[in-house]
C-alpha cells in the first residue's frame, strides 16, 4: 500500500522536475559563460590590472571611468563609431528597404534572388575586408581606378579621415544589405493583400502603395533593424582591424570605433581594467541609444494613434 502512494507522488516529482533538468544545460553555460564574465568586467573596470600580471590588482574606483573622458582617442573613437555608423546604417536600410519591395513583386528567378542576397552576410569578414581593402587601395586599386576613368584624381582612402571612414562604411553596408532585406522582405509579406487592393481600387499608384501601406506597416521591422544595426554599429571591430591591419584604426585614429580602442588598450597596451570600463561605456552607450529609438518610436506611435 506505502509503494502504491509512493509511486504517484514519485512520478509528479519527476514531471515537476523534469522540465528544469531540460533547460538546466542553458542557464549553467549561461551562467558560466554569459553572466559571470559581465559580473567580472564590472569588477575588473574598477582595479588597475594588467595583462602580464592579472594577480596584481591596485583599487581605482570609478578612476577607469574617469582616465577615459581625459583621453582624446577615446572621444575620437566615439566621434568615428557615430560617423562610420551613420554612414552605414542609413544607405543600408534604405537600400534594404528598396530591395525587399522589388523582390516582393513576382519576378523570375526570385528564389536565386533571395538566396543571393544572404551570400554577403555568409562571407567571413576577415575575406570581405582584405578583398574591400585592395579594392580602395591608393595606386592599383579597382575603385580609384573607375575614378580615374571620371577624371577624378587617385583618393587616399586608408589615410584620409572621411574617406578611410566610408571605405570601412562601404563593407558593412555589402554585408548587411542583404541580410536587412529578408527581413524587410518577410514583414512586407506578413501585411494582408487587402489593404493594397483597397488602396488601388482607391486609385492609388505604386508609390503610394508604398508608402501609405508598406511602410506604416513595416515600422515593426524597421524598428527592429534599426535597434540592431545600432547595436552593430556601436560594436563594430572586424572591418576597421583589418582594413589596414591596425589597432589604432590608422596613423591618426581616423576611423578607429570604441570597440578598435577597447582592444587596443586591453591586447595592445596590457590595460585590462581600462578595456573592461570602456566595455561598460558601450553597453550603456548601447544602452541610451536603443531607449531614444523606442521612445521616439513610441511618441510616433502615440501621434498616429490621436489622429
Known amino acids: 500500500m506505502t ?16 522540465p528544469y533538468a531540460y533547460v538546466a544545460p542553458f542557464f549553467t553555460l549561461f551562467v558560466a559563460f554569459g553572466l559571470f564574465p559581465l559580473i567580472y568586467t564590472v569588477f575588473v573596470s574598477l582595479y588597475r590590472v594588467e595583462l602580464q600580471t592579472p594577480g596584481d590588482m591596485e583599487w581605482r574606483g570609478l578612476g577607469n571611468y574617469t582616465a577615459l573622458l581625459g583621453d582624446e582617442f577615446f572621444w575620437t573613437a566615439l566621434r568615428n563609431t557615430f560617423t562610420i555608423g551613420v554612414l552605414s546604417t542609413v544607405p543600408q536600410l534604405v537600400m ?20 543571393a542576397m544572404l551570400l554577403p552576410y555568409a562571407t567571413s569578414v576577415a575575406a570581405a575586408t582584405l578583398v574591400f581593402a585592395q579594392l580602395f587601395g591608393r595606386d592599383f586599386g579597382l575603385v580609384n581606378y573607375a575614378f580615374g576613368l571620371l577624371g577624378v584624381g587617385p583618393i587616399d582612402w586608408q589615410n584620409g579621415t572621411l574617406a578611410s571612414q566610408i571605405a570601412v562604411s562601404t563593407i558593412v553596408i555589402w554585408r548587411w544589405t542583404g541580410y536587412n532585406a529578408l527581413i524587410y ?38 524598428l527592429f533593424t534599426v535597434v540592431v544595426s545600432t547595436i552593430g554599429a556601436t560594436q563594430l571591430f572586424g572591418e576597421p582591424l583589418l582594413f589596414e591591419g591596425s589597432m589604432s584604426g590608422g596613423i591618426s585614429h581616423q576611423y578607429q570605433t570604441l570597440g578598435l580602442y577597447l582592444y587596443e588598450q ?28 523606442a521612445l521616439i518610436a513610441r511618441r510616433r506611435s502615440r501621434k498616429e494613434a490621436g489622429r
Open 185 to 222: 522582405l518577410a514583414g512586407m509579406q506578413s501585411i494582408p493583400s487587402d489593404l493594397y487592393e483597397a488602396a488601388e481600387m482607391d486609385g492609388a499608384s505604386r508609390w503610394r502603395q508604398f508608402f501609405h501601406v508598406t511602410l506604416p506597416g513595416l515600422r515593426p521591422t524597421i
Open 266 to 293: 586591453g591586447w595592445g597596451f596590457f590595460h585590462l581594467g581600462r578595456a573592461a570600463a570602456i566595455a561598460w561605456v558601450m553597453f550603456l552607450l548601447i544602452l541610451v541609444l536603443v531607449g531614444v529609438n
Open 96 to 115: 534594404a528597404l528598396g530591395l525587399a519591395h522589388l523582390l516582393n513583386y513576382k519576378l523570375r528567378g526570385r528564389t536565386f534572388l533571395r538566396t
Open 3 to 18: 509503494k502504491l502512494r509512493t509511486a504517484p507522488r514519485a512520478r509528479r516529482l519527476r514531471d515537476t522536475l523534469s
